[in-house]
């Protein structure tokens, strides 16, 4: 069935992502859904509610990672799985992942609405935890599925509180076993995820999409600087063990070794700084940074750890510190799927769109997704590039793009 102009329901889609939005645990329009929070579970319910109207088979695994299924003509192919997350972090807005998961059960139902008849399923997925807030950790739900984050180093993750994923999880009414949540190599035949961009180019260039060809790779490091406390007028500067002024000096070095490769693709920042005890009068004894670096280049990445690690051992012998480096979690970069891009690419210029190849520096759950199955991402613009704050914004135009060439796409990969 070729699939011309879609009868998108765009208004119906806003409206979706407008009463998502107000299940919030801060006053709309300000966003915020931790996992397993009271918000996050009636945010889950609203949106099954609506895989239930489509006539989608909803199952969930022992995390809460949601699937949504409308089976094809031949179910024992493996599916073609679309999806993204609807947690967000605090202070955020209402497109981010929310736009993958209702933008892709639209382009279910739009494909229903139409009489196609799909020879593979094709499967909608909710990721649990795709936010680090509770846990420190990103793309919880899909780790998991990859097997890339263990039963064992699942069950020791810890929120703020103390709390753990097996009290929380088990409160939240997701049980079975950890080890049930790890999929196949092969459970979906392609997957693709569609998402704001979080980046300027799109509306700065004009153009409706972008199809991603490679997801940089994560790095996080945590660095513990432990120096000496003291009055802040009483002890002075030659004796001094400073450990924020040691933390400044990282920081810096930090910066200067992704500069240093020359290349555009190479970030990284120094996005916590915690200071104790924090008194404007007192002398810092001990600070704890957590450093993010990415790169499509997991070498080139991996340079700059090793160069932030060399900054450290030289500040804490000049400075007479202890410091300690603790590496959370160093991900390969994913490729995105040939296949799957061409799909995009046909799909796109069958409807009219214009569009670029991009570099995803944001990581989401495709790339633990590319661990077990085919992946690629479909980017829409967002106003100002702006995202994860309330002010975040696509049109319904943009929006309306990106679901048309998802659904295109969809049915191609599904015929």
């Given at each position: 069935m070729t699939i011309t102009r879609p009868r998108l329901r765009i208004d119906g889609v806003i409206a979706e992502l407008q009463a998502l939005a107000q299940i919030s645990e801060a006053q709309p329009p300000v966003v915020t859904r931790i996992v397993f929070s009271e918000a996050d579970l009636r945010a889950r319910a609203y949106v099954k509610s609506l895989c239930a109207e489509a006539g989608l088979t909803i199952t969930e695994d022992a995390i809460g990672n949601t699937f949504a299924l409308w089976q094809g003509a031949d179910p024992d192919l493996a599916p073609i799985g679309t999806?993204?997350?609807i947690d967000a972090i605090p202070n955020a807005g209402l497109y981010d992942g929310c736009v993958g998961v209702l933008g892709g059960l639209e382009a279910i139902r739009v494909l229903k609405h139409l009489g196609f008849k799909p020879r593979r399923s094709i499967e909608l997925v909710i990721f649990t935890a795709e936010e680090p807030t509770r846990f420190g950790i990103g793309c919880m739900g899909s780790r998991m599925m990859a097997g890339v984050l263990t039963p064992a180093q699942a069950l020791a993750?810890?929120?703020?509180?103390?709390?753990?994923?097996?009290?929380?999880r088990t409160a939240a009414g997701f049980t079975g076993t950890l080890e049930s949540v790890v999929l196949p190599a092969g459970r979906f035949a392609r997957f693709i995820e569609l998402?704001?961009?979080?980046?300027?180019?799109?509306?700065?260039?004009?153009?409706?999409?972008?199809?991603?060809?490679?997801?940089?790779?994560?790095?996080?490091?945590r660095v513990l600087i432990e120096g000496e406390g003291g009055h802040a007028?009483?002890?002075?500067?030659?004796?001094?063990?400073?450990?924020?002024?040691?933390?400044?000096?990282?920081?810096?070095?930090?910066?200067?070794?992704?500069?240093?490769?020359?290349?555009i693709d190479t970030v990284a920042t120094a996005g916590v700084c915690e200071v104790f005890p924090g008194a404007v009068n007192s002398i810092p004894s001990r600070v704890r940074l957590e450093t993010d670096i990415r790169d499509i280049d997991g070498k080139r990445r991996d340079r700059v750890i090793e160069a932030l690690r060399t900054a450290c051992a030289d500040v804490s012998a000049r400075r007479n510190v202890t410091i300690t480096t603790e590496l959370m979690n160093a991900d390969p970069p994913a490729?995105?799927?040939?296949?799957?891009?061409?799909?995009?690419?046909?799909?796109?210029?069958?409807?009219?769109?214009?569009?670029?190849?991009?570099?995803?520096?944001?990581?989401?759950?495709?790339?633990f997704m590319a661990r077990i199955a085919p992946v690629a991402m479909l980017f829409i613009p967002c106003r100002g590039g702006i995202s994860h704050r309330p002010d975040e914004y696509a049109s319904p135009q943009w929006i309306g793009s990106g679901i048309h060439v998802l659904t295109r796409t969809l049915a191609r990969l599904a015929s």
């Open positions: 999806g993204s997350h993750l810890r929120d703020k509180e103390g709390r753990g994923l097996e009290e929380l998402h704001i961009e979080q980046g300027p180019l799109l509306e700065e260039e004009g153009i409706d999409l972008g199809l991603v060809t490679h997801i940089a790779a994560p790095a996080s490091m007028g009483a002890r002075l500067m030659p004796g001094r063990k400073d450990a924020l002024a040691a933390a400044a000096e990282l920081i810096l070095a930090l910066e200067a070794a992704a500069r240093s490769t020359g290349v490729t995105c799927d040939p296949e799957i891009f061409d799909a995009l690419e046909d799909s796109a210029k069958g409807a009219g769109k214009s569009y670029k190849k991009m570099v995803s520096r944001a990581y989401h759950d495709s790339l």
